[in-house]
């Protein structure tokens, strides 16, 4: 089993930053694809970008292209989603997720995180 905690998310104004952690223990960090999602009220769970082993390769959804950063320290077991130029649109509920493979789709990740609330007020 592989533990994932969440960390960093809070109240922001529009045009702020954050910066998410994601802790990881349990398993070989290293070994795993990393995954952020978002769930807003009422919506549907959404990719948000995802970063694979190494680190060398990153995704994101077109919405937060230029403005989100996905990056990971294997050495600490954490990955990490550095968030600026914020929209109220980007409030949701954040999840990061360890997965064999970095892939869009949730069910290809294995593990999953409490979330963590990111709320962006107008």
């Known amino acids: 089993q592989m533990q994932l905690v969440e960390s960093g998310g809070g109240l922001v104004q529009a045009g702020g930053s954050l910066r998410l952690s994601c802790a990881a223990s349990?398993?070989?960090?290293?070994?795993?694809?990393m995954g952020w999602f978002r769930q807003a009220p009422g919506k549907e769970r959404e990719f948000v970008g995802g970063?694979?082993?190494?680190?060398?390769?990153?995704l994101y959804t077109d919405s937060v292209k230029g403005r989100f950063t996905i990056s990971r320290d294997n050495a600490k077991n954490t990955a990490y989603l550095q968030m600026s130029s914020l929209k109220p649109d980007d409030t949701a509920v954040y999840y990061c997720a360890a997965g064999s493979a970095l892939r869009t789709l949730s069910p290809a990740y294995s593990y999953w995180g409490q979330g963590t609330q990111v709320t962006v007020s107008s």
């Open positions: 970063i694979n082993w190494s680190g060398s390769i990153t």
């Open positions: 349990g398993r070989t960090f290293s070994s795993y694809a």
